[in-house]
T-cell receptor, first 116, second 112 residues
């Protein structure tokens, strides 16, 4: 157990719908990262937050958004869902103390999203 | 770091043999190079990492080497065991970049 929790574990929804994925980082970690993992694309970095502020952005679609709350938990919102959004979504956390000094990221168990 | 090439995509070895996975990157400012192991249906977990001021790091049967000039780094697993079977991901980042860019993964199968 990494100490990172994600809910829900599984999510099945229809095209056009909107869902929210939730992540709670390890105690003491200020950085939260979101990744999308599909069979043919590996681990794709979506976005990172540090202590409530967006710090880095990857290949995140405009239909997707995220935020980190004052208690440091984070939510990833996916809207106007398409079949191709079906994937495993991981959240990871790290201390993220020093700017630009990366360290171990601890991954949550993931949320499996299926869009029908 | 925007691009990481990882090879091979699949690797099958006999128990007790060594396995080597290689990655190349493009951003010369990258200074952090971790390797993650992901077993089927589970989360990725860090197994070893190296920073750009070090050329080699070893932890029991696992070692990582870094060649900054050539911009490539490798994972070496010796005396492989069936429980080493998993997908291994390399990644790079740091410097001016807060994010990690992952390779596409290598499926390692260790045959008993």
């Amino acid at each position: 157990d990494s100490g990172v929790t994600q809910t829900p574990k599984h999510l099945i929804t229809a095209t056009g719908q909107r869902v929210t994925l939730r992540c709670s980082p390890r105690s003491g970690d200020l950085s939260v990262y979101w990744y999308q993992q599909s069979l043919d694309q590996g681990l794709q970095f979506l976005i990172q937050y540090y202590n409530g502020e967006e710090r880095a952005k990857g290949n995140i679609l405009e239909r997707f958004s995220a935020q980190q709350f004052p208690d440091l938990h984070s939510e990833l919102n996916l809207s106007s869902l398409e079949l191709g959004d079906s994937a495993l979504y991981f959240c990871a956390s790290s201390v993220g103390k020093l700017a630009g000094a990366l360290g171990e990221q601890f991954f949550g168990p993931g949320t499996r999203l299926t869009v029908l | 770091g925007e691009n990481v090439e990882q090879h091979p995509s699949t690797l099958s070895v006999q128990e007790g043999d060594s396995a080597v996975i290689k990655c190349t990157y493009s951003d010369s400012a990258s200074n952090y190079f971790p390797w993650y192991k992901q077993e089927l249906g589970k989360r990725p977990q860090l197994i070893i990492d190296i920073r750009s001021n070090v050329g080699e790091k070893k932890d029991q049967r696992i070692a990582v080497t870094l060649n900054k000039t050539a911009k490539h780094f490798s994972l070496h697993i010796t005396e492989t065991q069936p429980e080493d079977s998993a997908v291994y991901f390399c990644a790079e980042g740091g410097g001016s970049n807060y994010k990690l860019t992952f390779g596409k993964g290598t499926l390692l199968t260790v045959n008993p």
